[in-house]
T-cell receptor, first 115, second 115 residues
Framework: DTEVTQTPKHLVMGMTNKKSLKCEQHMGHRAMYWYKQKAKKPPELMFVYSYEKLSINESVPSRFSPECPNSSLLNLHLHALQPEDSALYLC??????????????FGEGSRLTVL | AQSVAQPEDQVNVAEGNPLTVKCTYSVSGNPYLFWYVQYPNRGLQFLLKYITGDNLVKGSYGFEAEFNKSQTSFHLKKPSALVSDSALYFCAVRRGGTSYGKLTFGQGTILTVHP
């Protein structure tokens, strides 16, 4: 069982909608990540939060807006998305962004469909 | 720049036979190497990692991998494949000894184990 919980599992939204993806971990990890994954492709890094501060933004369009309310929670706010944004969005956490030896713990993902 | 190559898009093996999923990497400095598995409609699960020490690393579900520095390889192996091992496998590399090393994934290998 994964210790990173993502909601919702599935989301269908129109291009004018505003929605949010949520992620929660209770492992005491201080780094949290958002990845985007297309079918049968590797995950692509979007954002990294370290100690609740945004440390990496991989040039992601502003229609994706991350938020880290506290060390256990990570949100991804979605607005005015395009059909090509349809993908599996994965949240992950690790003990510490600076600890390169640490593996990532992934959630089950939120499958997003943009109509 | 760092990179990972998984030369086989697909690997097919019969149940009970040994399996190998290949991975080669390129990174400056010491590599930290990881294997993840992804079952259909699920997130990625960590299998094993090489950081330092013994070149043969044992991981979850009976998998192991051998780090070969001269060949820059980190092939995933299992002595006896199970049908339930069928999944998408990702090799990943990070540059070790840095304050933050971005994780780079290979393109993935689909493993199919036939009964």
């Amino acid at each position: 069982d994964t210790e990173v919980t993502q909601t919702p599992k599935h989301l269908v939204m129109g291009m004018t909608n505003k929605k949010s993806l949520k992620c929660e971990q209770h492992m005491g990890h201080r780094a949290m990540y958002w990845y985007k994954q297309k079918a049968k492709k590797p995950p692509e890094l979007m954002f990294v939060y370290s100690y609740e501060k945004l440390s990496i933004n991989e040039s992601v369009p502003s229609r994706f807006s991350p938020e880290c309310p506290n060390s256990s929670l990570l949100n991804l706010h979605l607005h005015a998305l395009q059909p090509e944004d349809s993908a599996l969005y994965l949240c992950a956490s690790s003990q510490d962004q600076l600890a390169s030896v640490g593996e990532l713990f992934f959630g089950e993902g939120s499958r997003l469909t943009v109509l | 720049a760092q990179s990972v190559a998984q030369p086989e898009d697909q690997v097919n093996v019969a149940e009970g036979n040994p399996l190998t999923v290949k991975c080669t990497y390129s990174v400056s400095g010491n590599p930290y190497l990881f294997w993840y598995v992804q079952y259909p409609n699920r997130g990625l699960q960590f299998l094993l990692k090489y950081i330092t020490g013994d070149n043969l690393v044992k991981g979850s579900y009976g998998f192991e991998a051998e780090f070969n520095k001269s060949q820059t390889s980190f092939h995933l192996k299992k002595p006896s494949a199970l049908v339930s091992d069928s999944a998408l496998y990702f090799c990943a590399v990070r540059r070790g000894g840095t304050s933050y090393g971005k994780l780079t994934f290979g393109q993935g290998t689909i493993l199919t184990v036939h009964p």
